[in-house]
């Protein structure tokens, strides 16, 4: 320890791990103010031991970014890593009209006009829409890219069935809420056609503009023409159980830094309001009910391995745990020396109280300290605010802006990444 330490050990008798977490703590205070509202933790050079990104000279950031949100796949962790982005450059975000509340008008099909006129053109959208590749490229400029997330459809069926039981008729015809009795027999339950019904049948490919009620089973083509659709848009598919790993390619494709992508996880459920482990068989019936989400799920996770070999597989590892150190560094400044999800009752900070769907689910959230005020304090509360609060916040903050902003110029010479299907089809 040197001698400056030492000296602070014996004047106030505190322990030498309490010493380091308080110099850190107040290094890591000063960059926080130093840096206002961006937070920075990550160098902006390369690591040397993985291979630069295969642009020369060095892409600029991209700036333009279209985010298909899926329903409860970590999408509402990747739109807040996009908002706080986008403020830090004084990008505009596209943003819903009131009278669809947070959302564009979902489940209805996407269409421009659900944009409020104040948040157009923009640069980036990133709320929840059912896809419409014709009223999105209206919408965004040439050279967006757009990305989306999937998530394993066992998983993903048993967190709709839980956050949407009080909202889709069919969960709610289930005795005793039960997705067991659900999965043992769905058309006892569910009726196509009706209200929020996507939400029980082939979410994902209902949120990417496909036909839910269709069947691999009965139409293979119909699964593999859904796939080109979607390879001919989406230049990156995230995987929501490799979330780190799909940061660090996020961050390579919009030529990002890694601290760009830093996050606190939102709209995550209590461990009381979801199954610890879904027990195979019930996993099995829940990726047969939703065979179509199956497919997509396969097909693209498969893709994105083939991404992270092409990036460099140890590359990748290496930037994903460093994200993970530096986000669990960045929780600690922000959130106390433990930082800890808690039920929206228990926080007291407003602006940071998730939405709950009902009584019967817990969404968690962060919580500030008391007594802190200034620049990181504001980074802060952006890192963790809610959905629904943050849309709002910006929603007012461009209309005091005046709105409407020129869109910026396609670069010629500076084309956005090509599409997922020019990868390898290699296994």
């Known amino acids: 320890m040197p001698p400056i330490l030492q000296r602070l050990q014996q004047a106030t008798k505190m322990s030498r ?20 509202a961006q937070l920075s933790w990550y160098p902006k050079l390369f690591p040397q031991s993985c291979p ?20 409860k796949t970590a999408g509402t962790t990747v739109q807040n890593i996009l908002f706080r982005f986008a403020e830090r450059h004084n990008l505009t975000v596209a943003l819903p009209h009131p009278s669809c509340e947070h959302q564009f008008c979902y489940p209805r099909n996407f269409s421009a006009h659900f944009v409020h006129p104040a948040t157009r ?24 890219v757009y990305v989306t997330i999937l998530r394993e459809p066992a998983a993903m069926f048993e967190s709709l069935f839980s956050y949407y039981n009080q909202y889709c008729p069919a969960f709610r015809r289930v ?17 196509a056609g009706e209200h929020f019904a996507m939400f029980a049948h082939n979410t994902l490919a ?34 929501a159980e490799y979330f780190d790993e799909s940061l660090v390619l996020l961050r390579r494709l919009l030529a990002w830094d890694l601290d760009d992508v830093l996050y606190a ?10 199954l610890a482990a879904i027990p195979a068989a019930l996993a099995r019936a829940a990726r047969a009910w939703n065979a179509l989400d199956a497919g997509l799920y396969d097909h693209f996770n498969a893709t994105f391995w083939r991404r992270v070999a092409l990036a460099g597989r140890a590359c990748v590892e290496r930037e994903a745990r460093e994200l993970r150190e530096a986000r669990e560094r960045l929780l600690r400044s922000c959130f106390g020396e433990e930082p800890v999800l808690r039920p929206a009752a228990q926080i007291r900070t407003k602006q940071l109280q998730p939405w709950q769907p009902s009584r019967k689910v817990d969404i968690m959230g962060y919580d500030l300290p008391s007594g802190r005020a200034g620049p990181a304090t504001e ?14 916040y910006l929603l007012r903050k461009q209309k005091r802006r005046g709105g409407v902003r020129p869109r910026p110029e396609p670069v010629l010479d500076n084309p956005p990444p090509r599409p997922i299907r020019a990868l390898p089809r290699g296994h």
């Open 121 to 144: 053109p923009p640069h980036m959208l990133a709320s929840h829409l059912r896809f419409d590749r014709a009223e999105l490229q209206r919408l965004m400029p040439p050279g967006t």
């Open 52 to 71: 630069p990104l295969q642009d020369s000279p060095p892409r600029p950031k991209h700036m333009t970014v279209a985010f298909l949100k899926t329903h």
């Open 379 to 392: 980074a802060c509360l952006k890192l963790a605010m809610p959905e629904v609060q943050y849309s709002s």
């Open 175 to 191: 005795p005793n809420a039960s997705l067991e009795a659900f999965l043992s027999a769905p058309e006892a339950y569910y009726r």
């Open 17 to 36: 791990r309490k010493i380091l977490l308080l110099v850190l703590g107040c290094s890591t205070l000063s960059l926080l103010i130093h840096q206002g």
């Open 206 to 239: 209902y949120d990417l503009g496909g036909d839910n009620e269709r069947s691999p089973r009965d139409d293979a083509a119909y699964l593999a023409g859904l796939i080109r659709q979607v390879e001919e848009v989406f230049s990156l598919v995230m995987i």
């Open 265 to 274: 996880r939102l709209n995550a459920r209590a461990a009381s309001s979801r």
